[in-house]
């Protein structure tokens, strides 16, 4: 089996120190195209470089697969933010605050940054506004032919609400089920019989958990940061959905008398077909990987899963659905929006989402069989094939 190619040193990487409260924060521009790079920040405690450089690597990868040349969207370089600090702390927001302060440069000149663990969209707004920037994506407004228009139209579609879920919240959800669903129809499972694990019931994990329920897959365990909540009979999504509060953990004052309480860790070794982990990088490793005995990992994190586990749950018949594939969907959906492919509107989001990340994973999964690789390898060669194209349209600048 081959494995991606190397990571190559970023073009740009470099390490914040608050004059406040000592914490640091982090960015990392793995690429530019036509001069500016995509990528989220997030604040976590623990939040390391080495983890940030890794994000940014990988929102290169997301760019370049989901390149259209016959899209008005136009494909940018990757990049990532990062600030270590748990974002229920007192001082988070004052942080966050002085922290794109300082990045602001970068923020006006070639960084478009948005939501991410353990930031809401609307967080970064706020703090945004007090930072002096006119938006967090304001990098990208040169490259519209109509930008008024494109902001407009980005702002009535995080607006727009479904069954009380925002859709920028909906539409990475989306992706990851459609995501998965491909994977069994590849294999000839049915939605039925598949029961489904989710780590983490924030943005991500909380909309795959209502997609794939509503396909008809069972999920029969999620967990948060106060343990796992299990149900081998399968969970009432919805009501676990509306009793979260804004970091996805779980009022436990609405489980049913069939629901049990785990440790946090329970989810990991839950018996059932699908693993979603949601929530953070790294979750599993060479250690406890053993412990897994479901076919599918579907990567709705960044990087959950560390090489040294991959290899192991690959020896054992169990398929990583890659981060770069499975999650990309809530960064296309801005683009797709912003620059026109797609209205404001739920319905033809999730059609469009639902479109694209069929194929890609379908791509995906059929170049692994017929390269004998992974899917992220498989993920990394399309990524390559296309990044020529890029390059020759648009100018790939490192």
Known sequence: MTTPPAPTTPLLSLTWTDHITGRQGFLVVDRLVRGVASGGLRMRPGCTLEEVTGLAQGMSMKEALHYDPEARYVPLGGAKGGIDCDPRDPEAYGLLVRYLRSMRPYIENFWTTGEDLGLAQDVVDRAAVEAGLVSSVQAVYPLLDDEVGARRRLAEAFAVEVDGIGLDELVGGCGVAESVLTALDRAGVPYWRTRVAVQGLGTMGGATARFLTRAGLTVVAVADIKGTIANPAGLDVESLL??????????????????????????????????????????????????VTARWIAEAANMPVRPDAEALLAARGVTVLPDVVVNSGTNAWWWWTLFGDIAPDADEAFAHTRRSMRALTDLTLARAEADGTAPRAAAHAIAADRLPLITERFGWHR
Do not use: C, F
Not at 257 to 283: I, Q
């Open 242 to 291: 509306a009793a979260r509060d804004a970091y996805g953990t779980v009022d436990r004052a609405v489980l049913r008398p069939g629901d049990r309480e785990l440790p946090g860790d329970a989810w990991l070794s839950t018996e059932a077909e699908v693993l979603v982990p949601a929530a953070v990088s790294y979750v599993i490793d060479g250690a406890n990987q053993g412990r």
